[in-house]
């Protein structure tokens, strides 16, 4: 049973505009959770990460939401640009563990 | 700082031979973990270590051992390969166990395994 959960693979935004990529997730004691970036034959890179405790947080052009009511994790680039084009995953802490969802593949075009 | 490196890169195998995938991080961290990576399935941890002489099974283990001998080596054996074993492998590694709001866990570059 998947408890970290992107249910889109993939997303295609136009440079410059907006992209929202989602997660859901199952277990409410989950307390921290991260966005990982990943590019083709490299391995993910942390990208931006938020505590339970908040509901926002902010980094440059990337922002990551946290609404626990629903179990629900977004994050916003904004602009897009042709080099976030990328695999991203998010994750959530679970004693001594990262659990990751299914990646979520952005493609942002001219 | 090379971070952490994983050997090899890519790796052909046939069913039944066994193997050594390595991993090595020159950043004194505690915490080390392997995961692999199939297509619709993200990333799943197989085994991770909280310091030297500590191991414990992730999500999906089975097929596969660990041992950490020493701070800086995390290699994970495959004893007897099987085609599901087929994925990239990626090891990683953070400053210790208080948890990942404190420490980054940093990825190597990963493995492509193929069982034939």
């Known amino acids: 049973d998947q408890q970290v959960k992107q249910n889109s693979p993939s997303l295609s935004v136009q440079e410059g505009r907006i992209s929202i990529l989602n997660c859901d997730y199952t277990?409410?004691?989950?307390?921290?959770f991260l966005w990982y970036k990943k590019y083709p034959a490299e391995g993910p890179t942390f990208l931006i990460s938020?505590?339970?405790?908040?509901d926002k947080n902010e980094d440059g052009r990337f922002t990551v939401f946290l609404n626990k009511s629903a179990k629900h994790l977004s994050l916003h680039i904004v602009p897009s640009q042709p080099g976030d084009s990328a695999v991203y995953f998010c994750?959530?802490?679970?004693?001594?563990?990262?659990?990751f969802g299914t990646g979520t593949r952005l493609q942002v075009f001219p | 700082n090379a971070g952490v490196t994983q050997t090899p890169k890519f790796q052909v195998l046939k069913t039944g031979q066994s193997m050594t995938l390595q991993c090595a991080q020159d950043?004194?961290?505690?915490?080390m973990s392997w995961y692999r990576q199939d297509p619709g399935m993200g990333l799943r941890l197989i085994h991770y270590?909280?310091?030297?002489?500590?191991?414990d099974q992730g999500e999906v283990p089975n097929g596969y051992n660990v041992s950490r001998s020493t701070t800086e080596d995390f290699p994970l054996r495959l004893l007897s390969a099987a085609p599901s074993q087929t994925s990239v492998y990626f090891c990683?590694?953070?400053?210790?166990?208080?948890?990942?709001?404190?420490?980054?866990?940093?990825f190597g570059p990963g493995t492509r395994l193929t069982v034939l």
């Open positions: 277990n409410s004691m989950f307390d921290y």
């Open positions: 270590s909280v310091g030297a002489g500590i191991t």
């Open positions: 950043m004194n961290h505690e915490y």
């Open positions: 938020i505590s339970s405790i908040k």
């Open positions: 994750a959530a802490e679970d004693t001594d563990k990262l659990i």
């Open positions: 990683a590694s953070s400053g210790s166990r208080q948890g990942f709001s404190y420490n980054e866990q940093f």
